[in-house]
């Protein structure tokens, strides 16, 4: 496989805040139509993982490249689902309006989002089975409507790598399902995405590949042969609660 | 709600600048000529009319100045306001405009006139940024967190600019020069090469908002997210930064520097409680900017030239309060009355179900349904049902016989009654087979539910319980199609007669 066809590449990455690191040299390559699932006990960086892999946050050292350029030169191919909690809802916008900044990328400067840009937005709506809610404002919105309408958004992006900011956290069960029938079907059109995931017993039904993170990488494969107990005791090590959980995911499985 | 809050904040830190102002007016010795006229004896009434007459007419130029000016600033103050409500930066329009004063005093200095105006334009925007310059090195270099930087700047830069202020009062020159009308403003000052910088950064406004809405709307509702997607975050904003302290500035003549802040937030603060899209709360904002200018400058020259400032912050604040009390979603008044009318309807809907069971149990014989059996039923006082039966006559539901004690349902009334009871069974039912209530369970919840279903709701449930005709307590529900068929013509007095069995 030639670079340029690989989704993600990094390469000895290095993260800091405020010269206190939150990753170490962490190396990865993404192959293509992967469904991923990011893991790591909290303060793990899987987050900032995500966002220095977007170029929000600069690296201390190390590169990324998305389909073999940096990802500055290649944005358009890459769409980002951030935390529900880190936007305003009740700013003054509704469903429509969210969903359609999704081709703000495509329009460039100055162009507004014209009718092909409103029939694919209905269409990802639709997607996500939240057609009839496009013209609610979206303070009216549940947490996993809420959910559903970024996830809207990122496939009007039409992107080939995805970033996911733990799109599962505080949805209802029917949307948590919703969700990962339409992670796996953007798989199968050929789209590779990483998801930020907290709940070790689904991760295990939910992806193709995990990669265990605890500031470094830990292990990166699929899932069968990440998700056995020494590993995940060497992620998340130390943390008794989060042990007894391995275990009980573990015991699940039948290991 | 947040809009709200942060008014409220404003106006408690305008109120607190007012006070420490006042030692300060005196200070300045030689500017109480402005506010001399604020003794009420002097308003009279000829003169009052006369001024309005002035004024009205627009022959006077000043007027006219005063007037296109205070529009122009309030197009361009309501358009910035909308971005910096939504994006929660109210203070930090409150900081940008409060740093730009010593700006304004070294502008003055630079020739020791207020014309040209270009000096003053340029220090007071300098200081402005350089204000907004501090607040983001503080923020990036120390654990401080935005609220106590904002209130740092901002007192440290218009501590400084007072204290210029004050040392060009003292000057020979400096008492005559006008400078303090820049604390409060005085639209009646507005020079011609001012109204063409109100214009300007006026179309300007219009022009970027309407421009880059598509980058402002995006970079305010999720800045991050808008990086991610290649906009060019950072440059919007600057060009925000730099048109917003820019609009401050030209606004500084007829608001002043204590108040140009609340004609930032308060309109569109209150254009926010209206609408919840944001280009109609552009459009509502630069409205209400503009009024408040207007009727800011009118009042203000009605007074002999008041300062402006406060006027044009009452007016805004006057958009401000009628849009929290009347707004037809979120207004107070307006949640208030809504409340009131549906509870005066579940009161009458309730007075129409009794009917229906005082005749139900009597096998619908005989029509009338005396005041007596409709208290026992409700259990409610004589005189509580005379009342509700007046509410029902009123409404064309219900005819009365005072003399007999007696009341009738009219075929309106008898519709109404048979729909509310149907609602309340059929719900009844639905509870008991679709979400396996307990038959003794459902009623009190159905006692809220029946007179909230629609139309639409009451079809649905039909379908789902396959047209059942009897609910859980073995009653029988009435059916609206026979309603409507068995409902006999009314006879000559309006009453209805037979019950449609």
Known sequence: ?255 | MISLRMDAGVVRSHLRRWIWLVPLMMLLGGSISTLQAAKVGDLGELNLKRQAIRFLSFKDPAVRHAVLGSALIGISCGLFGCFLVVRKMALTGDVLSHAVLPGVALGFLWNLSKTPPYPILIGATLAGLLGIATVRLLLNTTRLKEDSVLGIVLTVFFTFGVCLLTMIQRLPTGSKSGIDKFLFGQAAAISSADLWMMGVIAVLAVAVVSVLFKELLATSFDAVYARTIGLPTRWVEGAFILLLAMGIVVALQAVGVVLVSAMLITPAAAAYLLTDRLNRMLWLSALFGVMAGVLGAFCSFLGNNLPTGPFMVLAASSVFACAFLFAPKHGVVTRWWRHRSSTVRIRMENTLKSFYHVLEARRFEGDGVSVLELATRRRETLDEIRGRLKELVDHELVTTEDDRGVAFLTPSGWKKACSIVRNHRLWELYLNHAAQVPADHVHDEAEKIEHVLGEDAVRELEKKLSYARVDPHGRLIPDLAQIQKGLPTPSETGRVTGYGR
């Not at chain 1, 689902?81 to 429509?96: H, I, K, L, T, Y």
């Open chain 1, 1 to 255: 496989m030639s670079s340029s066809d690989l989704p993600l590449e990094v390469h000895d990455l290095t993260v800091a805040y405020q010269k206190k690191s939150v990753l170490w040299g962490i190396d990865l390559e993404v192959p293509r139509g992967k469904l991923v699932g990011i893991l790591g006990p909290n303060g793990a960086g899987k987050s900032s993982l995500i966002k220095a892999a977007m170029g929000l946050i600069p690296p201390t050292s190390g590169w990324v490249k998305v389909f073999g350029l940096p990802i500055q030169e290649n944005l358009k191919r890459v769409g980002y689902v951030p935390q529900r909690e880190s936007v305003d809802w009740d700013f003054p916008v509704n469903v429509m309006d969210v969903v359609l900044m999704g081709r703000y990328g495509h329009l460039g400067l100055f162009r507004r989002p014209g009718k092909k840009d409103r029939d694919l937005a209905r269409e990802c709506l639709d997607r996500v089975q939240m057609l009839p809610y496009a013209d609610r404002q979206i303070s009216n919105l549940s947490g996993g409507q809420q959910q559903r309408v970024f996830l809207a958004r990122a496939l009007a992006q039409d992107s080939d790598l995805y970033f996911m900011d733990e799109p599962f956290a505080g949805v209802d069960a029917a949307t948590e399902s919703a969700i990962i029938e339409l992670l796996h079907e953007m798989k199968n059109r050929g789209k590779t995405l990483l998801v930020v995931h907290h709940d070790l017993p689904t991760a295990r039904n939910y992806f193709d590949m995990l990669l265990l993170l605890n500031m470094r990488v830990v292990a990166f494969g699929n899932t069968a042969d990440v998700f056995t107990y020494e590993l995940l005791q060497k992620a998340y090590g130390g943390r008794l609660t989060i042990l007894s959980e391995v275990a009980e995911a573990v015991r699940q499985r039948g290991l």
